[in-house]
């Protein structure tokens, strides 16, 4: 168990000095800067933004933000230091 152990020290060392590059060679038809510039993506920017200001203190804003941040978490996204719990 130990050898296996080491080994996988060993490949995050290797893997930790190597360069990264991703690609989505199949990736058609999303045009960004339509996904940008879309009501939806503004909306979703300004509920970000306000799950994260950090004036307003928590009994002001849990309930209501609780639903949102349930949502962006769904999506892969977070509502930063207000959720860490």
Not at 18 to 38: A, C, H, N
Not at 40 to 46: D, E, G, S, V
């Amino acid at each position: 168990m130990e050898t296996n152990e080491l080994y996988l020290q060993i490949f995050r060392e290797v893997l930790s000095k190597q360069d990264i590059r991703v690609e989505f060679p199949t990736l058609e038809g999303v045009d960004l800067k339509e996904l940008m510039d879309s009501i939806y993506y503004h909306a979703l920017y300004r509920i970000r933004e306000i799950i994260r200001d950090e004036s307003l203190s928590d009994p002001e804003c849990f309930k209501q933000i609780e639903e949102v941040i349930y949502t962006f978490e769904q999506l892969g996204s977070g509502g930063g230091w207000r959720h860490d719990f």
